[in-house]
C-alpha cells in the first residue's frame, strides 16, 4: 500500500522501516489538529466521511495507490481530524494545488523546511547516509 | 446536557508528529509523520526520550495512526503540503512552539460548550 518507486508509503511505513529496528533520533510537533467545523463532533465526523467520498470515483481510487491509502487513512483517522476537503483533494487524483502557489506561500514553505532542519539539528541529528552501494 | 460533554481529547485531535532518524542495516535516515492520540502524547514522549521508541508497534500499541513514511532526512515539501492540506492547517502554522496538550484542552472545553 504504497508509492515505493518514490521512496514514500502513505498510510503505512515503508519496507525499510518494515524490516529493521530503526533508531529514532527525534519527534517534533508539526501541530495539533483538530476536527473542523463549530458544529457537534458527531456531526462533524459523519459529515466529514461522507464529504470526502460523495463525488470521488471510486475506479480511479482504485487504481491510484496515493488515493487508495488515504482513502484507508480517512477511514481510520479521518473523521475524527482531517478536513473532509483535503481528503477529497487528495482522493480526487488532482495533486497539484487547487490553485497557483503564492511568492508568499512558497516564501512560507521555505521558511517552514528552514525551521524544520533547525528543529532536528537542535535535536542533534546527523544522519549517516547509506552506503555508496544501497544507493538508488 | 451537550452531546459533547461526552467527548474525550481523544475524539476532537491528533498531534501531528514528524519522527525521524536512521534505518537499520545502514539503510539511510527516514522520516515518518505520525497522528499521535492526545492521551497518548506523554507515554509516546517518555518513549521517544527513553529511546524506547518502535515505530512498527505505534498502531498496533494504540499511539495513534502512521500518515505517511518515507526515506531521506526530511519529508519533501509536496508531501508536508499535503499533511498540513489534510488536516487544514497554514504551513506557517507549523512547528509553532506552543503547548500542544493546552490547546487540546482548551479545544476539547470549546467543543463540550457548544450545544446541538
Not at chain 1, 80 to 85: C, H, P, R, T
Not at chain 2, 71 to 84: F, L, N, R, S
Not at chain 2, 97 to 103: E, H, L
Request: aromatic letters at 8%; one cysteine or more.
Amino acid at each position: 500500500m504504497s508509492e515505493e518507486k518514490k521512496g514514500i508509503s502513505w498510510g503505512g511505513l515503508i519496507k525499510g522501516l518494515v524490516a529493521t529496528a530503526a533508531v529514532v533520533a527525534g519527534a517534533e510537533l508539526l501541530f495539533p489538529g483538530f476536527i473542523e467545523g463549530t458544529v457537534s463532533a458527531a456531526k462533524s465526523i459523519a459529515t466529514s466521511i461522507k464529504d470526502a467520498f460523495t463525488g470521488i470515483d471510486t475506479t480511479k481510487v482504485v487504481e491510484s495507490d496515493l488515493a487508495k491509502n488515504i482513502g484507508w487513512l480517512a477511514t481510520k483517522v479521518g473523521g475524527i481530524v482531517l478536513a473532509a476537503s483535503g481528503i477529497k483533494y487528495l482522493m480526487s487524483e488532482k495533486q497539484e494545488a487547487p490553485e497557483p502557489e503564492s511568492f508568499a506561500a512558497q516564501e512560507d514553505m521555505k521558511r517552514m523546511q528552514a525551521l524544520m532542519v533547525a528543529r532536528m539539528r537542535a535535536q542533534g541529528y546527523q544522519p549517516a547516509m547509506p552506503a555508496a552501494s544501497q544507493q538508488r | 446536557m451537550s452531546k459533547n460533554s461526552n467527548l474525550t481529547e481523544d475524539d476532537i485531535g491528533r498531534m501531528v508528529m514528524l519522527v525521524y532518524g536512521q534505518m537499520g542495516n545502514n539503510a539511510g535516515p527516514f522520516w515518518c509523520y505520525l497522528a499521535v492520540k492526545p492521551s497518548k502524547y506523554d507515554a509516546f514522549q517518555a518513549k521517544v526520550k527513553n529511546k524506547t521508541f518502535d515505530i512498527r508497534t505505534f498502531d498496533s500499541d494504540g499511539f495513534g495512526e502512521i500518515i505517511v513514511s518515507g526515506e531521506g532526512v526530511t519529508p519533501p515539501a509536496d508531501v508536508t503540503k499535503k499533511v498540513a492540506f489534510m488536516f487544514n492547517v497554514p504551513i506557517k502554522e507549523l512547528f509553532l512552539n506552543i503547548d500542544p496538550k493546552a490547546a487540546v484542552a482548551k479545544e476539547l472545553e470549546r467543543m463540550k460548550r457548544i450545544e446541538d
